[in-house]
């Protein structure tokens, strides 16, 4: 079926550590995003890209990073200098160019500090 | 920002129609408005959008008044499973603008 993977669903860090977490869309989209929930709030936007080998930074950037080098894949590494990364993380793909169409979103990963 | 804005909360009893709002006062001539839900622990999903013309799909229906500064959201007959945070969200018309969230509407279906 078509759609977008995330993994894992849920993931543990310990401090200081880099962490990376894996979208990973076949819906032959050009452009995918990443984006933070934290409890009782709406979405926040990290990362989008809106084609491979190009990014742009959201709302709340630092301590986060990405690579887009392949159309499919859409990686977020949350790094040490991210001090409060505990949250659900959400990943989102749609179309390119002039389109209306929605984004679609995976299930999500939560991360949680050890 | 988000440049909408939604009620907190709602109720609605099961096998009635859920009327949710969202008022849009300043939304542009090539912004769309956009409708999604989230249930607990999962993803958002996408349920409908609009320009101007009223919408309708098997899921709800997507009132838009004329001078397009609110609209409502209707699910015909609400359900259990209905019960999520409903997002009210405008952008413009391109494939790859971010969704600017808010905190949405809790609508909780009442059996």
């Known amino acids: 079926d078509g759609g977008i993977t995330q993994s894992p669903k849920y993931l543990f860090r310990k401090e200081g550590q880099n962490v990376t977490l894996s979208c990973e869309q076949n819906l032959n989209h050009d452009a995918m995003y990443w984006y933070r929930q934290d409890p009782g709030q709406g979405l926040r936007l990290i990362y989008y890209s809106q084609i491979v080998n190009d990014f742009q930074k959201g709302d709340i950037a630092e301590g986060y990073s990405v690579s887009r080098e392949k159309k499919e894949s859409f990686p977020l590494t949350v790094t040490s200098a991210q001090k409060n990364p505990t949250a659900f993380y959400l990943c989102a793909s749609s179309m390119g160019g002039r389109s209306n169409q929605p984004q679609h979103f995976g299930d999500g990963t939560r991360l949680s500090i050890l | 920002d988000a440049k909408t804005t939604q009620p907190p909360s709602m109720d609605c009893a099961e096998g009635r129609a859920a009327n949710l709002p969202c008022n849009h006062s300043?939304?542009?001539?090539?912004?769309?408005v956009y409708w999604y839900r989230q249930i607990h622990s999962q993803g958002p999903q996408y349920i409908i959008h609009?320009?101007?013309n009223n919408e309708t799909n098997e899921m709800a229906s997507l009132i838009i008044t004329e001078d397009r500064k609110s609209s409502t959201l209707i699910l015909p007959h609400a359900t259990l499973r209905d019960t999520a945070v409903y997002y009210c969200i405008v952008r413009a018309y391109s494939g790859n603008t971010p969704l600017v969230f808010g905190k949405g509407t809790r609508l909780s279906v009442i059996a």
């Open positions: 300043t939304i542009s001539g090539n912004e769309y």
């Open positions: 609009g320009l101007k």
